[in-house]
């Protein structure tokens, strides 16, 4: 039995490691895509604020999605990381910021 | 004698009723029921659920005159909505122009225009169009985030430059041998178009080539932190936009007296790309469009269209049809979050529904 969970936690490890890149990146996709997502809502579709906290909705809740009217700028923090994205331009609509 | 007179005096009067959306669509006054279309497209909408079909636009055109036209809030008439991968064949339109032009042939190797490319040095611009370069690539979104390399592209480790994450993608395949659905490969296009063009060009070029000539005015095209069009998902259209670029694909690249794409290009993007994989209900692929023409051996697509139509579709439900020989243009936005709209379904309603007579 503990051999078992051993090799469990061995297997576990292994897959961890061979994913590091996936796993370290993960936490930050919940903000960025809101961030982006509702930025293009908002300014680019032009559809109103509660419209569009529906829109970027995700299964994971975010902890703060802030919007900056004047300055046309979202930050979205979830999962303990925050993302901004910016309007540009008329054509070139919405962009996150690196 | 006087036969052959009418004929000509008709054939020249039909040639000149040829129907434009300049500056607007027109609307056909031809009564018909689209209840039917409507009660598939539009049902009762439950906001907190998100399921079941979620249609923000449905736009029905043949030959060039509006026959039915209807939005749910908050997308009306005036919405750029997003196309999501929609983009990509409105991509591919926009190289056929560039194409016309003579920047580039679909032989040339794709390193010519954008040097990471020199890493995978035997990847042709038509590889990239069949989405068949062979780099590693997952498609896929919401339900595998962790290996999806179209979520890691447009929200993490590629967002600032989503050419140069796909180039830097490992070789999987021979380029060339196999359909792999990658937004990757569109992108990598997408920068290969600035490497065409004179510096300088390139932020303006879709509107200069493409939207401008055709009276395209609510385009927004988003970018990547290096200026690169996301060619394979940020493009922004009205409904009555997006048919434009139906229309001209429908008249086989010519708007008014202009061929504005070589007919040869849009007989590419119309041609099956056989080395693919057939998925039941799933159009196959073109050069950068989508077809419903069957692979060898496998079922006709949609079964109740015909075999001749074709399609620019994207996440969530986003799809421009065009069927040739009905001369019809179909246009249609929403927010599906589920799997359960059918392209078949919309289709096969939309021809049982059309007005007899006209074209």
Redesign the interface.
Known sequence: MKRLLLLMIVALLGWAWF?R???A??P??LS??SA?AYC?CRF?????EA?CQ??VK??LPLSALEEDSQQRLISATGLGQRHQAVW?S???????L? | MKACWLILVMTAGSARAETWPLPDWPVDTVASDWQAVDSYAFPERD?RE?SGIRSDALLVIRDGRILHERYAA?TTAN????TWSVSKSVLATVLGVAQGEGHFQLQDPAARFYPPMQAHRDVRLADLLHWASGLAWQEGY?YA???SSV??M????G??DMAAYTAARPAAEKPGQRFLYSSGDSNVLAAALRGMLDPGAY?DYP?QALFTPLGIDS???????TGTFVGSS?L?LSARDLARIGLLMQREGRWRDRQLLPASWVAFNRTLFSQAQAMPGEANPGGHWWLNQPLQGSATPWPDAPTDTYAALGHWGQALYILPTQKLVIVRYA?DRDGSYSHNELLKRVLAALPKGGA
């Open positions: 994913e890149q996936a796993l990146d993960f930050g996709i960025a895509y982006k293009s680019v579709m032009g559809f109103d419209y529906g829109y995700q299964w540009q008329t054509r070139a609509g919405c962009r996150l690196p | 906001a998100r908050p919405t750029a909505h997003l919401e985030p962790l290996k979520v890691a447009l929200y993490t480790r967002r600032n932020a509107w385009a927004v095209w988003e970018r990547d932190g940020y922004y927010d």
